[in-house]
């Protein structure tokens, strides 16, 4: 796949998984697609599902919030998911799953090529970072693969679940913000 028309093409036809037969939308993504940062969840819920939209429900407002905090926004990042498509309940998703979606996104991140990438939870940690990443270990570390920065961070929704959380990202959106700033001053000079 070498075109955005491709890409969208191929996972509105996919019924490579279960998942396909639920769906009411494929949550492909969302936001700049020339962006230098890039933030994947899990995978859509109920209100994503609806939308055809990543982020869209509460999760997606806390999102856009913490966003907003560090002086960015929709229009400045892209946002995508693990898997395209609701699993059942908003459970998390299945290996399987994964497996037959993870290429889509590894198209997404080839045809944007973000210098950054932000992993919101557990979920996406592990299918990008390390099969075994520990999220409340290991978030907020920094790590560089194929001159890419990857940081995990908990998903906005864990933090609606659990405000002790709050404090941590709020941390991890900060280093964001840094690498970030740091991105924009190199390509400024």
Known sequence: MRSWEELENACMNCYKCP????????????????????????????????????FVGPAGQLLD?????????RSKVYIANIV?????????PEKTEQEACINFLRYQFLLIRPKILVCLGRIAAQAIISPDFRITKSRGIWYN?????????????ALLRDESKMHPAHIDFQSIQQ?????EQTNEQ
């Open 65 to 73: 919030k913490m966003l907003s905090s560090i002086g960015l926004d």
């Open 19 to 54: 998942l396909a037969q639920t769906r009411t939308n494929v949550v492909i993504g969302d936001g700049n697609r020339k962006s230098k940062i890039m933030f994947i969840g899990e995978g859509p819920g109920q209100q994503e599902d609806l939308q055809g939209k990543p």
């Open 179 to 183: 690498k970030y700033n740091e991105l």
């Open 145 to 157: 693969r194929k001159n890419c920065d990857i940081i995990a961070t908990y998903h906005p929704s």
């Open 84 to 92: 395209k498509c609701r699993p059942p309940y908003n459970r998390d």
